[in-house]
């Protein structure tokens, strides 16, 4: 068992006696073994207050092992460059990691060349260059690049859409935000404060038609205003009351047209006009003419130097086939000729109906003729002559071809009727 030399007793009973002889320089005298040691213990009990004190002070300002406090300025050992462990960081390692980061602004900013090594912007139309002017005019065009983009916009100044931005180009998918109300598109677009415009194509016009504007605002559509809208329902598209709602496909099927109600209504062909059964189709001025028992109808039909030259091999419709049932029969035609330069090759116009076996009219040999003139055709009186049901009348040349240089036009112009047969 360990005592500090103060815990010992002041009087120790020597075990035979209290008290010894010293022989000082031939002189005896007694004393006792406590005279002799109660210097010593009175030494080692000031020096024991003193460990005691200087223990207790260490005590109270001592660091916990665990969660310590430290005061005044601590210091330790800097770690290597890219340490990554649990490890003290010091003042000088946080400052050297700072060093590293590059600042946008303030005052510790970049200054110099950024050299980016192998880790260069790619794939931008400015090139991979290194330099510092170079990398930042690559940045401006990521940053424009990038489809979701937001900038504000104040289209006061110029009453139109963007068309350039920090002098890049707009590119499909940018967005700005309208910070001011006004126009755009030379005041077709009305845009209010917090609505989004967005470009429909790359380097987009100042054009409604290349860009979306987003209305926050919930503006209702007009005419002039673009903003949102309702569709209409059936009921509402045959009302035709609603000025604000859309019509879908919907609607306008619904919409036909009878003698109660006002509809889209499609246009008869000549064989339902003929027919005379069709209740939901309109009559035109020509189907009209063309119906049986109503009378003779006029076409005309213009040609041009190509024309003449290749009717033969290619003939040229005049009049739709008629229906079943049902032949288109020449009545008259007449021919106006206009000569330009030499004559043409070719033979006689003629009019005839498709797969007949010979023509219903033929005319002079005009082509021929080395001056303008206007001619009455000659109706066949060959008994060859056929009619032939819900077939076309066509105009055609006996042969193709022209004189060299030859060039000229002409007009013809019929009567016909539709007959059944």
Avoid at 20 to 39: C, F, K, V, W, Y
């Amino acid at each position: 068992m360990n005592y500090k030399i103060s815990d010992l007793p002041l009087d120790i009973t020597p075990p035979v006696s209290s008290e010894i002889e010293l022989n000082n320089s031939g002189i005896s005298e007694r004393t006792s073994i406590t005279n002799i040691l109660a210097p010593i213990t009175l030494a080692y009990q000031n020096a024991d207050s003193v460990l005691t004190s200087t223990t207790a002070t260490l005590n109270s300002t001592k660091a916990n092992l665990v969660s310590p406090t430290f005061i005044g300025i601590p210091s330790g050992p800097t770690a290597a460059a890219n340490t990554n462990t649990t490890q003290f960081a010091t003042t000088a390692y946080a400052y050297a990691a700072d060093n590293l980061r590059l600042l946008i602004t303030g005052g510790n900013s970049m200054a110099g060349i950024l050299n980016m090594g192998a880790n260069k912007i790619s794939g931008l139309s400015t090139g991979t260059s290194d330099s510092d002017a170079t990398t930042l005019l690559q940045m401006k065009t990521a940053d424009a690049l990038h489809a979701s983009i937001l900038e504000n916009y104040d289209p006061t100044g110029t009453s139109a859409f963007p068309t350039t931005w920090n002098s890049l180009t707009i590119l499909k998918g940018a967005r700005f935000y309208i910070t001011a109300a006004g126009t755009m598109n030379t005041g077709a677009v009305v845009v209010q404060i917090g609505d989004i415009i967005e470009a429909r194509a790359n380097n987009p016009a100042d054009s409604a038609t290349v860009w979306s504007v987003i209305q926050v605002n919930d503006l209702q559509a007009t005419t002039t205003v673009i903003g949102n809208t309702a569709y209409a329902t059936d009921i509402e598209a045959k009302a035709e009351a609603s000025t604000t709602k859309a019509l879908t496909p919907s609607n306008l099927a619904a919409m036909g047209s009878t003698t109660a109600q006002t509809g889209i209504l499609a246009l008869a062909t000549q064989a339902e006009v003929n027919t005379g059964v069709e209740a939901t189709k309109a009559v035109t001025s020509a189907t009209l003419a063309g119906k049986i028992g109503g009378g003779l109808i006029q076409t005309s039909l213009a040609l041009t130097t190509a024309n003449l030259t290749s009717l033969s091999s290619a003939p040229i419709i005049v009049v739709g086939a008629p229906g079943a049932g049902f032949a288109v029969e020449v009545i008259s035609a007449s021919v106006k000729y206009t000569y330009a330069t030499n004559t043409f090759t070719g033979t006689q116009i003629n009019l005839f109906v498709d797969t007949a076996s010979a023509n219903q009219v033929i005319s002079p040999v005009i082509q021929s003729v080395a001056a303008s003139t206007f001619c009455r055709l000659t109706l066949s009186t060959s008994a060859a002559v056929t009619l032939v049901a819900n077939k076309a009348l066509m105009v055609k040349c006996d042969a193709d071809g022209a004189g060299a240089g030859a060039a000229g036009s002409a007009i013809i112009y019929i009567n016909y009727r539709i007959i059944s047969i």
